[in-house]
Each structure stands twice: as C-alpha cells, then as structure tokens.
C-alpha cells in the first residue's frame, strides 16, 4: 500500500475519527465508519486495526485502479462510487448511520506517479486527469473545446494563477495551429507565461485547476460534506484532510457555519442551523518528521468536526 500512497497524518486523523463523544479517550471501537477516499488503503487498515470485531467500515473510491487494494476483512466493504454518494450508500449499508467518516482530498500517489493517467507535468502523456476513467470528460477536452475566458476562469479560480489571462490566450492561440492533446503540448504551449523562478510550482497551478473542472472536484466536495452530515448519527464525527486553500476554505466554513459559503444562519429564535461542532482550534498539521518522509504531505491540513444535537447548538 505504501507504494501506491502513503497515507497522510494517519495517527491523528484515526485517532479524532474513533474518538468519543466530546473527545473522550476512550475510542469508539465497536462502531461503524467510512472511509470516503479508500485509495491505497492506509486509513482504512489503521481504522480496522483499531475497530473490534463488531465494528464496521464502508470504503468509497471512484478509481478502479483502487479496487486492487482492497482489504481481505469481513468487516469492510468497498464501493467504487464518488463519495458525493456517501448517504444513499449509508442508507443502505448502516441504516442506523456512521459514528465518523474520513476523506484525504489528496490525489493519490499512484495517481500522480501514474505517468498514462496524465496528472502531472513531470511525464509525456495524453492530457486525461480522470479519477473515475470511465468519465466522459479528459483535460484535453477542456484546454482544446472551452472558450479564452472559460479557461480564464478555471484558471483564476481553481488554480489561482495570477496571470490567468495570459495562459488561456497562449492555449487557444496554440490549439488554432494543433489540437493540445498531451502534457508536452500543454506545457510548450503556456512557456511563454512561466516564470523562470517558480517554473514548476506554476505548472502545478495550471494542472490542478483542470483537474479540477475535470473530476468536478468542488461540487463533489460540496455535496459530500452535505452527504456526510446526513449520514452521521448524532455525536458522530467528520475528519477532513485538505491539501490547498480552494477545499480547506470550503471545509473550514462548513464546520463552522454549516454551509461552504461561511454564512452563518439562524432561525427565528436566533439558533444556528450549523449540525457540526468544529473539535479543536487550529487544523493539525503534519510534523516535521512527516514531511521529510513524504513531501507530498506538506501541504496537508486536518479539520475535525462532530455533529450536535438541537439542544447543543447555539
């Protein structure tokens, strides 16, 4: 499993996910969970580890590559299904609902090291970025068919580039003269807007806003912590690892307000309608120690939250 993807902050998030109600140290063994982004398997591993004989554990992954890491464990099921679909699983697998969920947003390692899957710019290959490839929609399809100031758009918003303008109009002035079909075409294609200081931390940008707009990243998430929310019993908890600013944002308002917005809404008595209960201040961040085994750590942030009662909101 490790080769396929070293599981981010695995202590912390198994710990927060099994524990009880208002961080009692005691775990919660016997329950039954979720595992909203199976991948290589090394959250779900530590969390059976943990769980009893009684305990549960429903597993989520739209990859099929991720079905060969399956646990032979008469305790776990794996869906290959989006994790958006969270609570119609939840309805039928755990009926009584889930004592916590987990989801790592990161891209797997596989993903990435995976040079035909077209995730990264460290490989020639078809531009794809499919995490379900059965999908219909590949990078190329949006750098060769969306319009200058769609790709502007996705650009500035999903990747955060600052020169969103000027790349858009070097793809659509290079895919005049040929379709842009492959990493390489890509990338000569947008040399001209890449800074000589940061060239590849640029590109990174570039390649996570269409991954994005490929695999419908934010709407997924949207409707996954709304899925989640529903699936939970009361007293449940929500673990999320996030790896840039676009889903911590939207995690971190969830939490707090119980919408991606940050809006906070009351009733007419003044009670907030926010289900969740944010569980520690600050999101727990990986060590030192971490990051210089796995670098693609670095940038991971740990948000817990638990679901209240009518009585305990405020």
């Given amino acids: 499993m490790s080769v396929y993807h070293n599981p981010v902050l695995l202590n912390e998030s198994v710990?927060?996910?099994l524990a009880n109600h208002a961080g009692n140290a005691?775990?919660?063994?016997?329950?039954?969970?979720?595992?909203?982004?199976?991948?290589?398997?090394?959250?779900?591993?530590?969390?059976?580890?943990?769980?009893?004989?009684?305990?549960?554990?429903?597993a989520f992954d739209r990859d099929a590559d991720a079905a060969g890491n399956a646990l032979d464990d008469g305790?776990?099921?794996?869906?290959?299904?989006?994790?958006?679909?969270?609570?119609?699983?939840?309805?039928?697998?755990?009926?009584?609902?889930?004592?916590?969920?987990?989801?790592?947003?990161?891209?797997?390692?596989?993903?990435?090291?995976?040079?035909?899957?077209?995730?990264?710019?460290?490989?020639?290959?078809?531009?794809?970025?499919?995490?379900?490839?059965?999908?219909?929609?590949?990078?190329?399809?949006?750098?060769?068919?969306y319009t200058q100031e769609e790709l502007?758009?996705?650009?500035?918003?999903?990747?955060?580039?600052?020169?969103?303008?000027k790349v858009a109009s070097l793809i659509v002035s290079a895919r005049n003269t040929a379709p842009i079909l492959t990493t390489d075409s890509l990338d000569n294609a947008i040399a001209a807007a890449l800074p000589s200081f940061a060239e590849h931390?640029?590109?990174?940008?570039?390649?996570?806003?269409?991954?994005?707009?490929?695999?419908?990243?934010?709407?997924?998430?949207?409707?996954?912590?709304?899925?989640?929310?529903?699936?939970?019993?009361?007293?449940?908890?929500?673990?999320?690892?996030?790896?840039?600013?676009?889903?911590?944002r939207m995690v971190k308002n969830f939490f707090r307000t119980g919408n991606v917005e940050g809006e906070m809404r009351r009733d007419i008595y003044g009670k907030s309608d926010n289900p969740l209960r944010p569980v520690g201040g600050k999101p727990v961040l990986p060590s030192e120690e971490e990051i210089a085994l796995n670098t693609r750590a670095r940038s991971a942030k740990l948000r817990v939250a638990e679901k209240t009662t009518d009585e305990k909101r405020k």
């Fill in 152 to 165: 502007a758009r996705i650009l500035r918003i999903y990747g955060e580039v600052d020169n969103a303008g």
């Fill in 26 to 58: 005691v775990p919660n063994i016997d329950g039954t969970y979720a595992d909203a982004t199976f991948g290589g398997g090394g959250h779900s591993a530590e969390i059976l580890r943990r769980l009893s004989p009684s305990g549960r554990l429903l």
């Fill in 201 to 248: 931390k640029f590109l990174a940008k570039v390649y996570q806003a269409l991954r994005i707009e490929v695999n419908h990243e934010m709407r997924s998430l949207e409707k996954f912590l709304e899925s989640a929310v529903a699936s939970l019993k009361e007293g449940g908890r929500l673990a999320v690892i996030t790896y840039h600013s676009l889903e911590d």
């Fill in 75 to 145: 305790r776990f099921t794996l869906i290959h299904n989006n994790f958006r679909f969270i609570h119609n699983y939840t309805l039928l697998e755990a009926p009584e609902g889930l004592d916590g969920i987990l989801a790592d947003l990161g891209v797997s390692s596989h993903q990435f090291d995976t040079a035909e899957r077209g995730f990264s710019f460290r490989y020639s290959a078809p531009l794809d970025m499919r995490m379900n490839v059965q999908g219909d929609k590949t990078a190329a399809d949006i750098v060769n068919s």
């Fill in 15 to 17: 710990s927060a996910l």
